[in-house]
């Protein structure tokens, strides 16, 4: 197969990292497997508009991207429903979607069970028919992003203690969230501090990813509680995986989900893949079953034989 890596030199763990021997040993352990690949640095300011370049290429089979999870998230939108398949190489600080697809998180493992991988196609999400891989939310989750963004952080584990203590200055102060929403086709009011809509249905005893990527629904997550302290509680239990147990979080499993908001602001009040962005008057998320492309471990627990698109061998 034919792979171009892009590796994002300002994002995540990369920007700590000897580039050069990193970038010797994708092409090694590629090659070994019959592949071709080359390997390019991006300064960080040009990555979007450099993995959109290369989705609109003809010439190769697999982009690889390496970056913080939102190189990962900016390169899946670009793919969506192209033939090119996305690769990740784990750089950031959740990593949720690689967690999704099951590579490992260490690079060096990631490479090799990369180059060795299968090619499959595996669901979005969109919203306004933008697409996400992970989640879009509403509520408590912009405003920790919100304050997460004024804080200054300049590593991997600073950014975890900036979250840390943006989510307790969020939790201070809770927002309420009024929106009109249809849930195929069930039509509800509600007045909530945190609405999410995940790519498939979160897993369960982790951190919020989920466990099959192929599963054909939106998860759907409303808080029903505003008390501070049991929004702390279900905060926590969404974090290590036993938000089946808090009776404050109902769950729901959709295909397409709309809503209107009616608030007065509008800008930086929606989350999508962890990034702020606008929450619009009307929204309407849906799910794209097998609308992206991947590179995944072979070994995968998801893989199903009769659905894989093919096996990834040497040409």
Known sequence: MKILALLNQDGGTLKTMDLDQLSALIRDEFQVHGHEIIVEHCA???????????????????LMVGGGDGTVSAAAMALTGKPIALAI????????????????????????????????????????????????AVGLHARMVRMREGLTYRSRVGKMFATSRAVFLALRQLPSVELLIEIDGAQQ???????????????????????????????????????????????????RGSWRQNPHLEVLTA????????????DKRAVRDGELTRLEPSMVVEIKPLALNVLVPAEASYHATEDATHAVSAN
Do not use: W
């Open 44 to 62: 960080g300011k040009a990555i979007v508009d450099t993995i959109r370049k290369a989705s609109e290429r003809t010439d190769i089979d697999v």
């Open 89 to 136: 190489l784990p750089a950031g600080t959740m990593n949720l979607f690689a967690r999704t697809l099951q590579i490992p998180l260490d690079l060096t493992d990631a490479i090799a069970a990369l180059s060795s991988g299968q090619v499959l196609a595996v669901d979005v999400g969109t919203v306004n028919g933008e697409p996400f891989v992970h989640q879009f």
């Open 189 to 239: 009011r509600i007045s909530s501090p945190a609405v999410a809509i995940s790519n498939n249905l979160y897993g369960e005893g982790h951190v919020p990813y989920a466990d099959d990527p192929r599963g054909g629904v939106l998860g759907v997550y409303i808080c029903r509680v505003k008390a501070p302290r049991a929004v702390m509680k279900l905060t926590f239990d969404i974090m």
């Open 255 to 266: 295909h397409k989900v709309a809503f209107e908001y009616n608030g007065r602001h509008h």
